[in-house]
């Protein structure tokens, strides 16, 4: 409960309480009745200049996107709740159309206004939410708050929205988060997910886990804010990470947005033209599929992509930096013809059917990244089928190419 200095403050926050369009203005505590009085102040006595979230809060309380409590705190370390974030983000759009709430549980809260006009714009879903309740006062999850702004960011440009269908109606999505096959996710999250990292919306942890069930405190939400507001002026093609993920929606890889290469003017097609079509290998070692080709940019001293920190390690292959050359993580379902090692399955007919390394062993294990258990042991059985990731080294310049049985092709060229 908030301390009243005051009288005169407690006639105050009444007021507030009895208006709805005033209450509109404020940020709620988690408590259902409790509300912060509206302060003008935009630096706060418990976020130091020291604080990590320093600017970003006085930059998002100087726009009054987000405001203090009466005590003169902003209780940067408090979990948002999905009132203050409706809230928060309604001050961004401040437009003027409503949809009626048909959630039972917020016909008098505080929040009602900003709820609405979610609803009005979009970034809130009635379809999310179970037996027509709202819970208002619920912590936001990260996967909530990923759906929210790529909602959001598709009310403020329809190729976003476009993204999102991409990324949803494709089975190749596959996004780099820990996530992905390790558990913890719901699978209708992944595209906003998407969205939140192709853009920088949101990032992962120190680990790279996502933590899509986490919650974010008001510090974490002032930076989050100036960021949707940026991205806001930007179109999803101004962002390289989402182009990316986009990409590999449609074709199973990443080649055209990270890389130099260009489709090969012949009549050749890209990976889509081939991908799940088998290629049988000359030295009998069974018929594989490629299923995604995934590219990380090791031309320089440093990696470049959306997914080197799912599939390369730079603490354990920067001598593979600054070589000028590209990482291509395939993806491949492999039916042997007899119990086979690793080794036997990269000595195939086609090298980008046959990747010549593994995944490096950390990456493996952070991601969960299907792999085989090491060269030289018959980890694959005759009889079985397998899916699993394998890697290749192609110098920036020579030729991408490969073809399945039917004589389907891809061929990638750097243009002269």
Request: charged content about 25%.
């Amino acid at each position: 409960m908030l301390h009243k200095k005051s009288s005169r403050n407690n006639l105050m926050i009444k007021a507030l309480a009895a208006s709805v369009m005033t209450a509109a203005m404020v940020i709620p505590v988690a408590t259902e009745n409790v509300q912060a009085v509206p302060v003008t102040k935009t630096t706060f006595n418990d976020v130091p200049k020291s604080h990590w979230a320093y600017e970003s809060i006085k930059h998002v309380a100087e726009k009054g996107l987000v405001t203090g409590y009466e005590d003169g705190t902003y209780k940067p370390s408090a979990q948002v709740t999905r009132a203050e974030f409706a809230t928060f983000l309604s001050r961004i759009f401040d437009g003027k159309d409503r949809t009626t709430a048909m959630f039972t549980d917020v016909g008098s809260h505080w929040a009602i206004d900003a709820i609405q006009e979610g609803l009005a714009v979009g970034f809130i879903q009635a379809s999310d939410f179970t037996n027509n309740k709202f819970e208002p006062n619920k912590p936001m999850t990260r996967g909530e708050m990923s759906r929210w702004l790529a909602n959001g960011l598709a009310h403020a440009n329809a190729d976003y929205g476009k993204a999102i269908e991409e990324m949803a109606n494709s089975s190749l999505t596959i996004i780099p988060i820990p996530e992905f096959y390790g558990g913890g996710v719901n699978k209708k999250d992944l595209p906003y997910i998407g969205i939140a990292l192709g853009t920088g919306l949101l990032s992962g942890y120190e680990d790279f886990t996502f933590k899509p069930n986490g919650n974010t405190t008001r510090a974490e939400v002032a930076t989050i804010l100036i960021r949707f507001m940026d991205a806001m002026k930007k179109a999803p093609s101004d962002f390289v990470g989402l182009q990316e993920l986009r990409e590999i929606a449609s074709t199973g890889t990443n080649i055209l947005t990270l890389t130099n290469y260009e489709q090969s003017p012949l009549k050749f097609s890209g990976y889509e033209d081939v991908l799940g079509k088998p290629h049988t290998y000359l030295n009998k070692a069974g018929v594989a599929t490629i299923e995604r080709a995934i590219f990380v940019d090791i031309t320089g001293s440093t990696a470049k992509g959306i997914f080197k920190d799912m599939f390369f390690d730079e603490s354990e292959e920067s001598i593979r930096l600054n070589k000028n050359s590209y990482r291509i993580f395939y993806e491949y379902t492999f039916a042997p013809s007899h119990d086979v090692s690793f080794q036997s399955v990269r000595n195939g007919s086609d090298m980008h059917y046959a990747s010549q390394d593994l995944v490096e062993k950390s990456k493996v294990e952070q991601f969960k990244i299907p792999s085989p258990k090491s060269y030289i042991n018959n980890d694959f059985k005759k009889g079985e089928k397998y899916r699993f990731w394998g890697v290749n080294t192609v110098s920036n310049g020579k030729t991408v190419n490969g073809r399945a049985d039917d004589g389907s092709r891809f061929y990638y060229v750097i243009p002269k």
